[in-house]
């Protein structure tokens, strides 16, 4: 009979102990799901809910709440946890790094671009990042994917796939011409390379593409990546200079040469080959093109009185350099903020934005922009728009609706940029707008 007592106490004791973690378990979930339901109810308020571009779509069913997702996304709160499944929470903030989708054990998110509310126009391309125009290829920030190391990823995908489908039998002087040197054009280039393709690189700009201008100080955010014919490259936080001279090391590695301050006019197809006109009054032809130019190679213009001063600009090289002046910033996206923050220590700097609160900056940003405006750092002119510039200030239109003149010395405008949709018409390439179409999936 002792025995038995005892037996029923040690159950007894061994139900309760579970019992109690399940009720701790249960308790903590809840309590998780309640603040992110919170949050969530926040961002809808301050406008962050709505995806702009790439963004993750959990599949409930395949959602087995392990956090994974949560750890491994580099920026704050754009996953959490409500009743065991994944939701998106500031989803306008996620700039596509693709971590959630790699971490994710049960395969429960995809990458998607667009969503019903908001499409984004992208070129057309396939599972193999072909174009409608068979032998043109699209790779990196052209066909959506603008973080580093996913640009890198597609350039040498769209290469592995030229290389597999390519007979070697073309009268044209090349195998590949790629247009754009940024981390899409760089990474094609040396898997060209590497696939023994006769490849020529051109852009027009500098080494680099999108990220040669950014400030030499701007610190750039990325993930290991893998570079055809150099190895995987760990660089979680570094600055413009060191990213350049890792891609320059590969480069010169493996000998290969860009030919930098080359512009596409036009590209045709001949007799199964592209002919390309290039800005150097030189023509060279091509059995495969892959585009990785940007998105944003012709910065938005906001078409007011001034604009074409020397001393408006849309693009900050060199803030050090630039000391004791009165200057004018316009934008709220993360270019606008860094660039504001950066010129703030030896400037009298002005930062307007039309909306009335930042919608979709880096998490650090947005900390670090919030400690310098309560600091006085920096004037912010929220719900405002830059309407006349003159040579020596600026009128801009207020909240209240009233138009009020600061002396100015230098206005940098970063409005964005605009999809060289002439160009790429010009060609022949189809361009659809996407509303939530997976770009990355399992």
């Known amino acids: 009979m002792e025995k038995l007592i005892e037996e029923v106490i ?76 994944a939701r998106t929470i500031n989803a306008s903030s996620c700039i596509g790094h693709g971590a959630c989708f790699h971490a994710c054990p049960t395969e429960a998110i995809s990458l998607c671009i667009g969503t019903e509310k908001r499409g984004v126009e992208l070129p057309h391309v396939n599972e193999e990042f072909e174009t409608n125009i068979p032998g043109i290829y699209i790779a990196g920030e052209l066909g959506g994917m603008g973080l580093i190391r996913n640009a890198v990823e597609q350039g040498k995908q769209a290469v592995d796939n030229i290389a597999k489908n390519f007979s070697g039998k073309h009268e044209a002087e090349f195998d590949l011409l790629i247009v754009g040197a940024g981390p899409a054009g760089i990474s094609a280039s040396l898997n060209a390379k590497k696939h023994q393709l006769k490849s020529m690189t051109v852009e027009q700009d500098s080494l680099g593409g999108t990220v040669f201008t950014f400030p030499r100080s701007k610190i750039v955010m990325t993930n290991p990546m893998d570079l055809p014919l150099f190895g995987k490259v760990k660089l979680n936080e570094t600055n413009k200079a060191k990213l350049l001279d890792v891609w320059l090391s590969a480069l010169n590695k493996n000998d290969i040469k860009i030919q930098e301050h080359t512009k596409v006019e036009s590209i045709k197809q001949v007799n199964g080959h592209f002919i390309i006109d290039l800005n150097t009054q030189k023509q060279v032809s091509a059995k495969h093109v892959l585009l990785s130019i940007g998105r944003r190679g012709t910065p938005r213009k906001l078409n007011i009185q001034g604009e074409e001063l020397p001393k408006v600009a849309y693009r900050l090289l060199e803030p050090e350099d630039i000391k004791q002046k009165k200057i004018l910033v316009v934008g709220g996206g993360d270019s606008a903020v860094e660039s504001a923050m950066l010129l703030a220590h030896d400037n009298e700097v002005i930062l307007s934005y039309r909306k009335d609160k930042f919608q979709r900056i880096k998490a650090k940003n947005r900390e670090r922009i919030t400690k310098l405006l309560a600091e006085e750092k920096i004037q912010m002119l929220y719900q405002s728009n830059l309407k006349k510039i003159e040579s020596d200030k600026v009128l801009i239109n207020l909240e209240s609706g009233e138009d009020m003149e600061f002396d100015n010395d230098l206005v940098y405008i970063f409005a964005g940029g605009e999809l060289p949709s002439q160009f790429l018409q010009n060609i022949g390439l189809k361009i659809t ?10």
């Open 10 to 85: 040690i159950y007894l004791i061994v139900f309760v102990i579970i019992a109690l973690s399940v009720y701790l378990y249960v308790r903590k979930q809840l309590r998780n799901s309640k603040m992110v339901e919170e949050k969530i109810k926040q961002a809808k308020l301050d406008g962050l809910f709505e995806p702009v571009s790439l963004h993750p779509v959990i599949d409930a069913n395949e959602c087995i709440n392990t956090g994974a997702c949560i750890i491994a996304c580099p920026e704050k709160d754009i996953l959490g946890i409500v009743n065991g499944k």
């Open 433 to 442: 707008k996407k509303h939530g179409e997976a770009i990355l999936k399992h």
